[in-house]
């Protein structure tokens, strides 16, 4: 798989950061999956710089989405 450049990396996590802070969470988990080279995509964000914040904001978004679907305000 090709590798994405900085800029695209950087697109995709301010795509995700967007979703997220508009409460679109699931939306967010594909956009920071994408980056990491998840299961949606085949991007490689494990740079050193963009690594710890996409994992960061991948590990919260799926909290943040529990605690909506469970009543608490998001």
């Known amino acids: 798989a090709d590798m994405l450049s900085d800029e695209e990396l950087e697109r995709l996590k301010a795509e995700g950061n967007t979703l997220y802070q ?37 590990a919260r978004t799926p909290l943040r989405l529990a605690s909506c679907t469970q009543g608490i305000a998001c």
């Not at 508009?22 to 494990?46: F, S, T, V």
């Open 22 to 58: 508009h409460g679109r969470y699931e939306e967010a988990i594909k956009k920071y999956d994408q980056a990491l080279g998840g299961p949606e995509g085949d991007g490689n964000g494990m740079r050193m710089g963009i690594s710890s914040a996409l994992l960061l904001n991948r």
